[in-house]
């Protein structure tokens, strides 16, 4: 199944049908027989609901021992709801965690808790450059600087 982008679902394009996402774990959240899972990918984020009775007992404990920032594949249903953020949720039928994240040392994604990290926030992103993109403040200053080059380029290319 072709894997869909988690701003197509929240755009209202796949209202109702079934789904394959994969992307991170922002936030998880629940109890023994449910949980919800926030997943986020490059285009936006989207509450999982993921229940023990359908996804069977083995799949349910890997999914809500996922760390924050494990990535993970999710098949599921799409379904508007308005309590959600975004309108949408996923329905989860089937899931794998594709890389989960080493418990002894997670990785800090948010500008809170780089700051609470060893040596301060400024110490730990010069030791570890990748990780600060993949704050959301430097992914939107990309996606802005991608759209003014494109228009840069558009305009030179129509000049032509």
């Known amino acids: 199944m072709k894997t869909t982008y988690i701003g197509a679902v929240q755009s209202g394009d796949h209202d109702g049908e079934q789904v394959t996402l994969k992307g991170w774990v922002k936030r998880s959240r629940g109890n023994n027989n449910l ?8 285009t936006g984020t989207v509450q999982c609901v993921v229940k023990r009775n359908v996804v069977g007992d083995e799949a349910f404990t890997s999914l809500s021992e996922a760390l924050i920032e494990s990535s993970m594949e999710l098949v599921g249903e799409v379904k508007v709801d308005e309590r959600a ?6 329905s989860v039928a089937s899931g794998t965690v594709v ?13 809170s808790a780089m700051a609470a990290a ?30 003014v080059f494109g228009a840069i ?8």
Do not use: K
């Open 153 to 160: 380029h558009g305009y030179f290319r129509d000049l032509d």
């Open 35 to 42: 949980r919800f899972i926030v997943l986020r990918d490059s």
């Open 85 to 90: 953020q975004g309108g949408h949720e996923i």
């Open 118 to 147: 060893d040596g301060g926030e400024t110490e730990f992103l010069l030791d570890h450059r990748h990780l600060y993109l993949r704050t959301s403040r430097m992914t939107t200053m990309l996606q802005i600087r991608s759209s």
């Open 99 to 111: 890389g989960g994240v080493n418990p002894e040392r997670p990785f800090p994604i948010t500008e």
